[in-house]
């Protein structure tokens, strides 16, 4: 005997109705029906007394509803208990997420996280890497998603790396591709963004020496307008990193292919990392959060590289 057949037992004795019993536990009468059946087969009893009028219970099943309110209220006072411990047992993580990988990431993973691990808790908040980085130092997180830091006061675990990428029109011919090279550049003019894209003076060498014309454009964050209206009017292409495409959105009508070069070293790609304290060692749970991002996060799609 379960508790769940017990429970529908003393809906039964409740309703006096095996329909009505049946529809509090959205069930059939016949499923509900061939339970009862089961359980007087188990304890070698008739229970119920069936018949046009109504249900009616025997002795037995006058012993048994007496009993069942008893167990059925003893359960209910043991689950509590036991909620009450899992609820003291559980661990909580703080995890911040810088607005690149929160943009390049921000699916279900913290859902799917905490189907995974019941007695873990997520916290995120989103915050410029900076913040992140003394949000660590002090203690108000423990562990951090982003792509800057170069303190030897953290520990970094690779997650992924967003590769170098061009971004167009979703009706340019090279939209159509798998990747884009050098060559495929040549005479179109390339959009640069100082200080987000990382680009060094060896590949603005590299640009020149492959007769690439490129312009630079400086514009904040939130305001994307000026790259976007270059590209619709079909006056350039931007040079930028995988995880671009993601907050433009394809709802603009834009394609972003990797951009692929004989030595990759000249383009720059901007890795993703899980940052921890080296001075605290991580939980169990900001480990199996790590290891859970390590075996899930959807990396971007790059081309072989040659």
């Not at 499923?31 to 037995?60: D, F, M, W, Y």
């Not at 909580?92 to 189907?115: A, C, M, N, P």
Request: hydrophobic residues 40%; glycine residues 4%; aromatic residues 6%.
């Amino acid at each position: 005997m379960d508790i769940l057949t017990l429970c529908y037992f003393a809906s039964v004795c409740q309703n006096k109705s095996i329909a009505k019993a049946a529809d509090s536990f959205f069930i059939s009468r016949q499923a509900l029906s061939k339970s009862i059946i089961n359980l007087e087969k188990e304890l070698g009893v008739q229970l119920l007394i069936r018949s046009h009028s109504g249900i009616e219970l025997t002795p037995a099943g006058r012993r048994l509803q007496e009993s069942a309110g008893e167990i059925l209220q003893i359960w209910e006072a043991t689950k509590k208990d036991l909620e009450e411990i899992r609820r003291q047992n559980r661990q909580t993580i703080r995890v911040g997420y810088g607005q690149i990988s929160f943009t390049l990431w921000k699916s279900d993973h913290v859902r799917q996280f905490s189907l995974l691990h019941p007695d873990i808790d997520v916290r995120t908040e989103i915050a410029l890497p900076d913040e992140l980085h003394t949000a660590l130092l002090e203690d108000r997180l423990d562990i951090a998603v982003t792509h800057s830091f170069s303190s030897d006061q953290f520990s970094r675990t690779l997650l992924a790396s967003c590769p170098t990428c061009v971004l167009m029109r979703a009706d340019d011919p090279l939209a159509g591709g798998d990747c884009v090279r050098l060559a495929d550049l040549r005479g179109r003019t390339l959009i640069l963004r100082p200080g987000h894209t990382e680009f060094s003076s060896a590949l603005i060498r590299l640009l020149q020496s492959e007769q690439i014309p490129f312009e630079s454009c400086r514009l904040p964050d939130a305001n994307i307008a000026i790259v976007l209206q270059a590209i619709r009017e079909n006056r350039g292409l931007y040079f930028t990193s995988q995880y671009f495409q993601n907050i433009v959105g394809a709802a603009n009508g834009t394609v972003s292919l990797p951009l692929i070069h004989d030595d990759m070293e000249l383009l720059p790609s901007r890795d993703i990392y899980a940052v921890t304290l080296k001075s605290k060692k991580p939980s169990s749970a900001v480990s199996s959060y790590i290891r859970y991002l390590q075996s899930s996060v959807q990396q971007p799609a790059a081309s072989d590289r040659p």
